[in-house]
C-alpha cells in the first residue's frame, strides 16, 4: 500500500514562507513522477509544480518564481518550498505519485494514481 504523508502546512502572514514535505512509503518507484496540487474553497484542485521521470521540473504560471519543487530520492521525500505568499494562496496542498514512470509537463491530476491527505495552508493579509 503507497502512503504519502504531507507536513509543513501553516498559518502564515502575506509575504511569509512555509515549505511543505511529503514522505512516500509502501511500493513506490523512484521513478515515478511526483507533484504538488492544491485546493481552495470551492476551487478545482491545480496542479502547481511537478517533477517527471527524468526530472523534469514544470511549474504552474500561478507559482513561478515563488515556489520550487525538489526531491530527495533516498528520503523518498517531496519539498515544495513557497516564498511571498499571498491570500490567494491560501488552499489544502497535496503532493501525489504516478504508478509507473511518466514523462512531459506533469500538472494533470489525472496521471496520478497516489495522493495523500493534504495539508492546510493559510496566507492572512
Known amino acids: 500500500q503507497v502512503q504519502l504523508v504531507e507536513s509543513g502546512g501553516g498559518s502564515v502572514q502575506a509575504g511569509g514562507s512555509l515549505r511543505l514535505s511529503c514522505v512516500a512509503s509502501?511500493?513506490?518507484?523512484?521513478?515515478?513522477?511526483m507533484a504538488w496540487f492544491r485546493q481552495g474553497p470551492g476551487k478545482e484542485r491545480e496542479g502547481l509544480a511537478g517533477?517527471?521521470?527524468?526530472?523534469?521540473?514544470t511549474y504552474a504560471g500561478s507559482v513561478k518564481g515563488r515556489f520550487t519543487i525538489s526531491k530527495d530520492n533516498a528520503k523518498r521525500t517531496l519539498y515544495l518550498q513557497m516564498n511571498s505568499l499571498e491570500p490567494e494562496d491560501s488552499a489544502i496542498y497535496y503532493c501525489?505519485?504516478?504508478?509507473?514512470?511518466?514523462?512531459?509537463?506533469?500538472?494533470?491530476?489525472?496521471?496520478?494514481?497516489?495522493w495523500g491527505q493534504g495539508t492546510q495552508v493559510t496566507v492572512s493579509s
Open positions: 517533477i517527471d521521470t527524468a526530472g523534469t521540473i
Open positions: 501525489a505519485a504516478t504508478r509507473i514512470p511518466t514523462w512531459g509537463p506533469v500538472l494533470d491530476r489525472s496521471l496520478f494514481n497516489y
Open positions: 509502501g511500493y513506490t518507484r523512484v521513478s515515478s513522477a
